[in-house]
Nanobody, 123 residues
Framework: QVQLVESGGGLVQAGGSLRLSCAAS????????MGWFRQAPGKERDFVAT????????NYTDSVKGRFTISRDNALNTMYLQMNSLKPEDTAVYYC????????????????WGQGTQVTVSS
């Protein structure tokens, strides 16, 4: 069992930055690939970024490439999402996820979810 808690969301102007964190409970954090997803009102939950167990492999959805950076610190049981050059279309609830797959690029690949953190980007 893994419990995930996101933090770091908030309100920011377009062009600004935020760093999201996802803290995991338990001693098996390094056994899981991790990912970030987001869900805007009235829309499906979409993939944003993923990172492999050791951090050596990452993948991003096209719309955030060059702006967002995913990372993890297995010693601290924490994953991060550094978001730069934010746009109004990045506004959503951001969820972290953990799974046994090599990476998590689909909602169905995740075994555990956090409660989400709201990110709002004003124009």
């Amino acid at each position: 069992q893994v419990q995930l808690v996101e933090s770091g969301g908030g309100l920011v102007q377009a062009g600004g930055s935020l760093r999201l964190s996802c803290a995991a409970s338990g001693r098996t954090f390094s056994s899981y690939a991790m990912g970030w997803f987001r869900q805007a009102p009235g829309k499906e939950r979409d993939f944003v970024a993923t990172i492999s167990r050791g951090g050596g492999s990452t993948n991003y959805t096209d719309s955030v490439k060059g702006r967002f950076t995913i990372s993890r610190d297995n010693a601290l049981n924490t994953m991060y999402l550094q978001m730069n050059s934010l746009k109004p279309e990045d506004t959503a609830v951001y969820y972290c996820a953990a799974g046994r797959a090599f990476t998590i690029v689909r909602v169905t690949s995740a075994d555990y979810w956090g409660q989400g953190t709201q990110v709002t980007v004003s124009s």
